[in-house]
């Protein structure tokens, strides 16, 4: 069974930066798919940041710039590299992973942005 265990969130001040991971309970040398999504209280969740084999990689416009997704094989390990935060970046920060065609997702870490 695939398991997804995100870590990193936490407070941190409008302009701070946080590294979110995203841990694997299977080689993620072969999931072709990952991503990071976002809820905010009241709000849908959103995709936040996509990355497809080891180079493409999508971003919504309000992260575009501040927000870097990167994967490493080796560690069975997906982070979210989130910079110049803002109190609009507040949410719970899930990590997903595509594997023949099923949705598979982690328990969320929170982020709050705030002074």
């Known amino acids: 069974q695939v398991q997804l265990v995100e870590s990193g969130g936490g407070l941190v001040q409008p302009g701070g930066s946080l590294r979110l991971s995203c841990a694997t309970s299977?080689?993620?040398?072969?999931?072709?798919?990952m991503a990071w999504y976002r809820q905010a209280p009241g709000k849908q969740r959103e995709l936040v940041a996509q990355i497809i084999g080891d180079s493409t990689h999508y971003y919504t416009d309000s992260v575009k710039g501040r927000f870097t997704i990167s994967r490493d094989n080796a560690k069975n390990t997906v982070y979210l590299q989130m910079n110049s935060l803002k109190p609009e970046d507040t949410a719970v920060y899930y990590c997903k992973a595509k594997i023949d065609s099923r949705d598979y997702w982690g328990r969320g870490t929170q982020v709050t942005v705030s002074s």
């Open positions: 299977i080689s993620i040398f072969s999931i072709y798919f």
